[in-house]
């Protein structure tokens, strides 16, 4: 995970959402494009498919009003992919051009208690919606990471329990996730539910929640960030027919 501050020029025109898992979509320049940040986004689609700006989705993972900042916690693989390469060289003075924000989920003041749970790429808009939490309010959080060496501190007055799973000590770690939150016992009362991460573990767990536990699906933000054996490329393309397909299961 590598964490990046943003500041100056239009963050000071920054609105935030109220929402906890807010995001701003990124815009990625290809190496040797014939343009650079700032740019135009519908001219620069007219360079060519190899030149044109790679789009990512990216959860703020904090907002400085005071100093205009916004902070932002990238999943890096190596050199993989255009965003995690970015930030892995990212010097002071870079620029990056995005739109946004734009957000659909926080905790519903309403409910008894929260259920959260999630990969790298959903623990930034986690932590966002722990740290939203009023004191001494019971929330269930199942995370997923290489090994503990990767859980990180969560700042919250409330009722957290929150549970780290390592994929390096279960021998089906696409599983860890679905396996947990099906062997735990939830407690009693009204809950909501926010689920994001991997597609086929997202699309387990919530056919899990919606035949064993009878969620309220209104109640619940249950959508996947990125597919395994996927480049974000090729994830996007078929993303949409995913998504319709995983609202037809059972």
């Not at 001494?136 to 290489?146: I, M, Q, Y």
């Amino acid at each position: 995970m590598i964490r990046l501050v943003f500041s100056g020029g239009e963050l000071e025109n920054f609105v935030p959402t109220p929402f906890t898992d807010q995001y701003i979509n990124g815009y990625f320049v290809p190496p040797e494009a014939p343009y650079s940040v700032p740019f135009d986004p519908e001219e620069a689609k007219m360079t060519g498919d190899d030149f044109r700006p790679r789009p990512r989705r990216f959860t703020v993972r904090k907002w400085d009003v005071e100093k205009k900042q916004l902070t932002i916690d990238f999943v890096a693989h190596g050199d993989e992919g255009y965003a995690g390469a970015w930030a892995q060289r990212a010097k002071i003075g870079d620029r990056l051009q995005f739109k946004g924000p734009g957000g659909s989920y926080r905790p519903d003041p309403e409910v008894d208690w929260h259920l959260l749970a999630g990969d790298e790429s959903a623990l930034p808009a986690i932590s966002a919606s722990i740290e939203a939490l009023p004191a001494a309010k019971p929330c269930l959080a199942f995370v997923v990471v290489d090994g503990p060496e990767y859980e990180i501190i969560i700042h919250s007055d409330s009722a957290l329990q929150l549970i780290w799973l390592h994929r390096s000590k279960v021998s089906e770690p696409e599983n860890a996730l679905l396996d947990a939150i099906k062997n735990f016992d939830f407690p009693e009362g009204e809950y909501d539910v926010f689920v994001h991460g991997e597609a086929g573990e997202v699309r387990s767990i919530r056919k899990h929640l919606i035949a064993d536990r009878g969620i309220d699906e209104s109640k619940s933000s249950i959508s996947p960030y990125w597919r395994r054996n996927h480049t974000d490329e090729a994830w996007r393309s078929i993303k949409r027919q995913w998504l319709a397909d995983q609202r037809n299961d059972t």
